[in-house]
């Protein structure tokens, strides 16, 4: 009578309209890609011994033992895999057929500091396929498992030549669809303090917002509505999750 319109009390998207469009279109392609039956029976590794049966006690045996955990949960032959260290305070290293060098300290260019947890290097000579992981990680088994996630994830994409050109957002969207993206949603951003320095870090490509909604297109692709693997997601990611969980619920009623 008035003019007055009724507030939508529906909840809202948490992320901006265009990011929503793009994050759909690509976990979408990703799902046509690997199957969404296949995706919908895939497990879904927690940090817990039960999925990692290792002892992490920062050896480089560690390493290789968590990069075959995650090669077999992604579909890859463990011994296509040639995995590679490198230590703090290295500048530089030989990199593969994808460039001639990786910065691992600091380029030069800027004065910044630009750190590489790892690195795809591609298919190599020998027809293996080649990581590089930084030793720190090592000390870090679920920073490490996020890291060794991100860099086998370039194999499913463009070492088994299904993308021709390189793309870190999507790449990072397809630890979720292997059942990995607790590990990179949880290291998005995240905190540290030891005994010489203390501040925060970024691991990947997307934020902690995006992470929550491709973790909510997960869910309901699965037809999870509440699943015992959100409880290992951290405050802040569970917490978008819930936010884009509501709303995909509400969306499609």
């Not at 507030?7 to 994050?23: A, F, G, N, Y």
């Not at 955990?69 to 995995?83: F, H, K, T, V």
């Not at 491709?214 to 309901?220: D, S, T, Y």
């Amino acid at each position: 009578m008035f003019g007055f319109s009724k507030k939508d009390k529906r909840p809202q998207c948490p992320i901006p309209e265009e990011r929503r469009e793009w994050l759909e279109y690509a976990f979408g392609w990703l799902v046509d890609t690997f199957g969404k039956e296949s995706i919908r029976q895939r497990s879904v590794l927690t940090p817990h011994y039960t999925d990692f049966p290792i002892r992490f006690n920062g050896d480089l045996k560690t390493g290789r033992e968590t990069t075959d955990i995650i090669a077999r949960q992604m579909g890859i032959d463990p011994n296509e895999i040639e995995l590679f260290f490198y230590q703090d305070g290295i500048r530089e290293i030989a990199a593969g057929d994808l460039g001639s060098t990786i910065y691992t300290s600091g380029d030069g260019r800027d004065g910044s500091l630009k750190s590489s947890s790892g690195r795809y290097l591609g298919r190599q000579d020998e027809g293996k396929f080649h990581i590089v992981l930084q030793e720190k990680n090592l000390r870090e088994p679920e920073y490490m498992v996020a890291t060794l996630a991100h860099e086998l994830s370039h194999i499913k994409l463009l070492g088994e030549e299904r993308l021709q050109e390189n793309d870190e957002q999507l790449t990072d969207i397809n630890t979720v669809i292997f059942g990995l993206g607790i590990f990179n949603a949880n290291a998005a951003f995240s905190t540290f303090q030891n005994y010489r320095s203390s501040g925060w870090r970024k691991l990947g490509y997307l934020t902690q917002m995006d992470w929550g909604y491709v973790l909510a297109l997960f869910a309901e692709l699965r037809g999870e509505e509440h699943s015992d693997w959100t409880k290992h997601l951290c405050r802040n990611v569970k917490a978008d999750f819930l936010k884009s969980q509501k709303y995909l619920k509400a969306r499609n009623v």
